[in-house]
């Protein structure tokens, strides 16, 4: 997955889809449950709006992008050090939502709604689902880490 593929769309540059395609195969499973994220870093500071994310909704609920894509989405907007949101407590929970559905939110397109609903105040944003402790007394869920990719030059 490229930063810069994300901020394009956010900018209206590129479509979902191609979007959906940067991100394919950028997760690999390399143990239980155990993510590598691989995620090319952008140069330059970029602000998220709430409008981006709505935008993100968007594309989910019009089925142009799969709605398991907003974890990869939320935990690239997470490890990133160029994409900022100042000040915004309601757009860093929602993204931490995307970022790990497993303890949160689950990606469904009537929880991407309530997603677009919350981001655009059309509903007040509610408590998370409580959690399910787990019969075999462990207490990880998932873990997921960057793997720094290295950028093309041929664009």
């Not at 939320?74 to 995307?98: H, R």
Request: charged share 30%; proline share 5%.
């Amino acid at each position: 997955m490229r930063e810069i593929v994300l901020r394009d769309f956010f900018l209206g540059q590129t479509t979902p889809e191609a979007l959906a395609k940067d991100i394919l195969g950028s997760v690999k499973q390399i143990g239980p449950i155990k993510f590598s994220v691989e995620i090319e870093d952008m140069d330059e500071e970029f602000s998220v709006t709430r409008e981006m994310l709505v935008s993100l909704c968007d594309a989910v609920l019009s089925r142009k992008l799969p709605a398991p894509e907003l974890a990869t989405i939320g935990f690239a907007l997470e490890a990133s050090q160029t994409f900022i949101w100042d000040g915004e407590d309601l757009m860093g929970m929602i993204i931490d939502d995307w970022a790990c559905p497993e303890i949160n939110y689950q990606l469904t397109l009537e929880n991407v709604q309530k997603f677009k609903n919350w981001l655009l105040e059309l509903d007040s944003y509610l408590a998370k689902p409580a959690l399910r402790p787990s019969s075999k007394g462990d207490h990880l869920i998932v873990v997921r880490e960057k793997r720094f990719l290295r950028r093309q030059i041929d664009r």
